[in-house]
């Protein structure tokens, strides 16, 4: 899996829109970038993942940088359940390994 | 859809006893499970592969003889801690990955294992 980058923590106000930056300018060509969240004491959840367009669905947009070594992923209006550790991993599409987890960031939506 | 659930959510053990812990997806078939633990306040650390049918593929430092792993089905996958010691008190998770053609894999609530 390629490397990222990401802050250790954010804070965001509720309502407002929450964005998260990932630097991966390590990642291959056929890597994509995908986004996983874990709540405190449960298991991550999957958001979204991408390969050079913008992706958008239910739960966030992802924004990918023309030359791919950056993203950003996008809560429109958090909420105090978005509070958790945001993880940004690349690997290629349907790749048949387990997934490599970084530190993450730590998002915390204040009231 | 892409349901994976684990049981038991929490376990109490004594030392030197074993604790299996079942992980099944509810809604699809997973070709593959994977089980990671996570120590508190790090990140999650991919333990073993799990393929249907087949031996599953330990990470390097993961005693094979200690976790025993078997995906006899192609909705479930138990994780077998063997003589449990306190320093195996940790959080495990299990996901799933529902083919060659899916990208995401999904993961389960996680067990929380304590040994006393």
């Known amino acids: 899996d390629a490397k990222t980058t990401q802050p250790t923590s954010m804070d965001c106000a509720e309502g407002r829109a929450a964005n998260l930056p990932c630097n991966h300018s390590?990642?291959?060509?056929?890597?994509?970038v995908y986004w996983y969240r874990q709540i405190h004491s449960q298991g991550p959840q999957y958001i979204i993942h991408?390969?050079?367009n913008n992706e958008t669905n239910e739960m966030a947009s992802l924004i990918i940088t023309e030359d791919r070594k950056s993203s950003t992923l996008i809560l429109p209006h958090a909420t105090l359940r978005d509070t958790a550790v945001y993880y940004c991993?690349?690997?290629?599409?349907?790749?048949?390994?387990?997934?490599?987890f970084g530190k993450g960031t730590h998002l915390i939506i204040q009231p | 859809g892409a349901v994976v659930s684990q049981h038991p959510s929490r376990v109490i053990c004594k030392s030197g006893t074993s604790v299996k812990i079942e992980c099944r997806s509810l809604?699809?078939?997973?070709?593959?499970m994977f089980w990671y633990r996570q120590f508190p306040k790090k990140s999650l650390m991919l333990m073993a592969t799990?393929?249907?049918?087949?031996?599953?593929?330990?990470e390097q430092g993961v005693e094979k003889d200690k976790f025993l792993i078997n995906h006899a089905s192609l909705t479930l996958s138990t994780l077998t801690v063997t003589s449990a010691h306190p320093e195996d008190s940790s959080f495990y998770i299990c996901?799933?990955?529902?083919?060659?053609?899916?990208?995401?894999?999904?993961f389960g609530p996680g067990t929380r294992l304590t040994v006393l």
């Open positions: 996901s799933a990955r529902a083919g060659q053609l899916k990208s995401e894999q999904f």
């Open positions: 390590t990642i291959s060509g056929n890597e994509y």
């Open positions: 991408g390969l050079k």
């Open positions: 991993i690349g690997r290629e599409f349907g790749g048949a390994d387990g997934l490599t």
């Open positions: 809604d699809f078939q997973a070709t593959t």
């Open positions: 799990s393929n249907e049918g087949s031996k599953a593929t330990y």
